[in-house]
Each structure stands twice: as C-alpha cells, then as structure tokens.
C-alpha cells in the first residue's frame, strides 16, 4: 500500500508561481514514474508532467516552458515547480505514482490551484 501526502496549492494571481510536493510513503520497493495530472471543472483529467526514475521528463505543451517536475528519490518526493501561472491552469491538481515491477499506481488526494486576479 502507498500513500501519497499533496501540498502546495493555493490561490495565486496570474504570472504569480506555485511549487507542488508529493511525498510517497508505505511498504514499497521503489518507484517508477512520478507524474502531476489536472483536472478542471467540467474537464478530464489531462497529463502536466512526468519524470521517470532516471528523471527523463515529458510535459503537456500548454506547461511547457513555464513548469518544471523534479524529483528528489531518496525522500520518494516529487515537484512541481509552476511559474508564469494563468487562470487556464486552475484545476485540482492530482500526484500519481507508479512502482517499479508492475506493483501498481496511486493516486494523491488532489491539492486545488486557484489562479485569479
């Protein structure tokens, strides 16, 4: 079982900035891909980033340039630092993780980012 801890959210105005965690915790091996996906209101959930162990990273193209996803795998923490925030990026904000040996994925609880003037 894993769990994993979101915080980091919050209201912001635009251009402002915002910096995610994710911390996993639980009786697992080690993990795979980390990953930040959004959903907003009315909306599917849709892919941000993600960064596999060795930290090779893939980004939706409307986030490009402004965020970035790191991860420090000694704390089993991922990142997501936003800058240059605009009111398109509002949605709740989900962490998924993957483990290694196709032990599974889990998903945070969801942490709401609010961006408006």
């Known amino acids: 079982q894993v769990q994993l801890v979101e915080s980091g959210g919050g209201l912001v105005q635009p251009g402002g900035s915002l910096r995610l965690s994710c911390t996993a915790s639980g009786s697992f091996f080690s993990i795979n891909t980390m990953g930040w996906y959004r959903q907003a209101p009315g909306k599917e959930r849709e892919l941000v980033a993600i960064?596999?162990?060795?930290?090779?990273?893939n980004y939706a193209d409307s986030v490009k340039g402004r965020f970035t996803i790191f991860r420090d795998n000694a704390k089993n923490t991922v990142y997501l630092q936003m800058h240059s925030l605009k009111p398109e990026d509002t949605a709740v904000y989900y962490c998924n993780v993957a483990l290694n040996y196709n032990m599974g994925a889990f998903w945070g609880q969801g942490t709401q980012v609010t961006v408006s003037s």
């Open positions: 960064i596999s162990r060795g930290s090779s990273t």
